[in-house]
């Protein structure tokens, strides 16, 4: 579905916004998911794969591993599977999170 382009989330603003939430989660040493992202971000992406392709490069670039799997409370993923992570170095405390 698409979006007025006054509404369209710029990519890499996204992206970039993303990661930060991302690393604020991983600093917290706890498991969390794509719901957890989706809650502290203030739009979505221009494409919901973001989602994914996201926790791809933060797996990537070594903040957070893969901790399992758990059925997905979003509704629109009708129960599918969503992956499960931690940060790799947790903080015991982390600031905005």
Known sequence: MTRPAVLETDPAAWRAEAL??????????????????RERLPTPPHHPNQYGAV???????????????????TRTRRGGTQAVW????????????
């Open 20 to 37: 930060e939430v991302i690393e604020r989660l991983a600093a917290l040493g706890v498991p969390f998911g794509a719901q957890s992202l």
């Open 55 to 73: 926790f791809r490069v933060a797996r990537d670039r070594g903040l957070i591993q893969r901790a399992g799997y758990r059925v997905s409370s």
């Open 86 to 97: 931690v940060g790799t170095n947790p903080t015991t405390y982390c600031k905005g999170a």
